[in-house]
DNA sequence: GTAGATGCAAAGTATTTGCGACAAG
DNA sequence: CTTGTCGCAAATACTTTGCATCTAC
C-alpha cells in the first residue's frame, strides 16, 4: 500500500495546513484529472473561504514535491492527478473528454532505446493517445 | 518534392496575403520550432509594420489547415514547425532546448495496438522525450 | 515565537477579438 | 465590388505575486 497525501507531505517537509488536507483529500478522491477551476469548485464546497491562488499554488507545490502529475492535453487547461507507484500514460477520448490510462512496457523500453540511440539519458517523457471510440 | 506552403494555401483556399506569405517564407526556413514571438521578431525584421494579431491568427489558420504544427512542450509557449509528409516525434534536450526529430515505425504501431486494445481508433497522438545528453 | 502559508486584489503572460481601414481575388 | 484580412488597442483567460495577516510546528 503505497503513502497517501498528507504521509507524503510529511516525509518531504511540506507543512500540513488546513487548505492542503483539503486539496489533497480532494485530489485522491478525483480519478478524473480535474483541472484548477474544477478542483477549486470541489474544494469550495468543503471550505468556501479557500482562494483560488491557494489552489493554484498548491498544485504547484505539489507538483515539484512529486505528489501531484500536471498534464497540458491538446487545446486544454492544465489538468492534475494524484501520482502515485505506477508510470502510466493517457488514451485520451477526443469526443466525451475521458481518460484512460495505461502502461505498455514495451513502449516505454523503445523510448528509452530511441533516446540512448541520440546520446541522451531520458529523464521523462509524455506519451498521449488521442481516439475515438469505434462502434461495436 | 512536398508542396511549399504558398502552394499548400492556394490549394486549401486560403488567401495570400502579403503578410502570410512573410509568414509562410519564415517557417519553412526555420527548423529550430519557434514560438510566436520568435516567429513575430523574424517575421518583424522583413516587415516592421506587421502586427503580433496577424501572427497569432496566421498560425492558427495555418494549423487549422494543416500547414503547420502546434507543440505545447513541458513549461514553455507554444512552439510552431512546418508539417509535412513524414510524421515524427520530439526528443527535447532539457538543458537546452534544443529538439531532435525521431520516427520510430515500432513505437507508432504499439500506440495504434493500445488504443485498439481498449476500443478506440487512434485519430492522433503526441511522444515527447524529455533527456540530457550523456557524457561520453 | 517564527518561518512559512493564506486571502485578496493587482499584475503578469499568452492569446483572442471588435472595429474601422484596407487589399486580394 | 465584396469578402476577408490587417493593425491597433482593448479584452480575455490563466496564472503568479506583493503585502498584511494568520497558522503550523
Redesign the pocket.
Known sequence: MSENIEQKCLSKG???????KIIAKIMSGSSDHP???ELYNRVSKI?S??????V???V??FEESGILAKHEFKGS??RYEELNEGHHDHLIDVKSGKIIEFVDEEIEKLQKKVAEKYGYNLVDHKLELYGVKKKT
Chains 1, 2 share one sequence.
Open positions: 511540506v507543512k500540513l495546513t488546513e487548505q492542503r483541472d484548477v477551476d471550505d473561504k479557500i482562494s483560488i491562488a491557494t493554484y499554488r498548491t504547484k507545490l487547461k492544465a
